[in-house]
Protein backbone atom coordinates (compact mmCIF):
# COMPACT_ATOMS: atom_id res chain seq x y z
CA UNK A 1 0.00 0.00 0.00
CA UNK A 2 1.57 3.45 -0.74
CA UNK A 3 1.52 6.09 1.90
CA UNK A 4 -0.77 9.37 1.41
CA UNK A 5 1.06 12.29 -0.20
CA UNK A 6 1.92 14.93 2.06
CA UNK A 7 -0.01 18.09 0.34
CA UNK A 8 -0.13 20.45 3.31
CA UNK A 9 2.46 22.96 2.24
CA UNK A 10 1.13 22.62 -1.01
CA UNK A 11 -2.68 23.65 0.74
CA UNK A 12 -1.28 26.66 2.15
CA UNK A 13 -0.05 27.88 -1.00
CA UNK A 14 -3.08 27.30 -3.03
CA UNK A 15 -5.21 28.78 0.01
CA UNK A 16 -3.09 31.84 -0.52
CA UNK A 17 -3.36 31.82 -3.94
CA UNK A 18 -6.95 32.02 -3.77
CA UNK A 19 -6.95 34.77 -1.91
CA UNK A 20 -4.61 36.50 -3.65
CA UNK A 21 -7.13 35.32 -7.16
CA UNK A 22 -10.07 36.24 -4.39
CA UNK A 23 -11.69 33.11 -4.92
CA UNK A 24 -13.40 31.20 -2.58
CA UNK A 25 -11.53 27.90 -1.37
CA UNK A 26 -14.37 25.27 -1.16
CA UNK A 27 -13.02 22.11 -0.60
CA UNK A 28 -14.16 20.61 -4.29
CA UNK A 29 -12.34 23.39 -5.70
CA UNK A 30 -8.78 22.76 -3.51
CA UNK A 31 -9.72 18.84 -4.71
CA UNK A 32 -9.71 19.80 -8.16
CA UNK A 33 -6.41 21.75 -7.82
CA UNK A 34 -4.76 18.66 -6.38
CA UNK A 35 -6.24 16.57 -9.00
CA UNK A 36 -5.09 18.91 -11.74
CA UNK A 37 -1.99 18.95 -9.99
CA UNK A 38 -1.51 14.56 -9.66
CA UNK A 39 -2.51 14.65 -13.48
CA UNK A 40 0.25 16.79 -14.65
CA UNK A 41 3.00 14.72 -12.52
CA UNK A 42 1.56 11.26 -14.27
CA UNK A 43 0.87 12.63 -17.39
CA UNK A 44 2.88 13.97 -20.52
CA UNK A 45 -0.11 15.91 -21.37
CA UNK A 46 -3.68 16.89 -20.48
CA UNK A 47 -6.64 18.71 -21.86
CA UNK A 48 -8.50 20.35 -19.51
CA UNK A 49 -12.10 20.29 -20.54
CA UNK A 50 -15.81 21.06 -18.89
CA UNK A 51 -18.65 23.50 -19.24
CA UNK A 52 -17.87 26.80 -19.29
CA UNK A 53 -17.47 28.67 -16.23
CA UNK A 54 -16.85 25.66 -14.50
CA UNK A 55 -13.66 26.60 -12.74
CA UNK A 56 -11.02 25.25 -15.08
CA UNK A 57 -8.99 28.83 -15.86
CA UNK A 58 -9.42 29.45 -12.01
CA UNK A 59 -7.65 26.35 -11.18
CA UNK A 60 -5.12 26.63 -13.52
CA UNK A 61 -4.31 29.95 -12.48
CA UNK A 62 -4.31 29.12 -8.86
CA UNK A 63 -2.18 25.80 -9.44
CA UNK A 64 0.48 27.87 -11.39
CA UNK A 65 0.10 30.82 -8.35
CA UNK A 66 0.86 27.74 -5.85
CA UNK A 67 3.98 26.05 -7.62
CA UNK A 68 5.62 29.18 -7.72
CA UNK A 69 5.14 30.09 -4.42
CA UNK A 70 6.45 26.48 -3.44
CA UNK A 71 9.55 27.60 -5.42
CA UNK A 72 10.14 30.74 -3.95
CA UNK A 73 10.13 28.94 -0.26
CA UNK A 74 12.56 26.55 -1.40
CA UNK A 75 10.08 23.40 -0.85
Known amino acids: MLPEPDYDDMKSCILASCVKFKLQAVPYFLDK ?3 LYEMIVVRHG ?6 PFAGKT ?3 NVLASALTMLKEKGL
Open 58 to 60: SAM
Open 46 to 51: LMVVGE
Open 33 to 35: IIQ
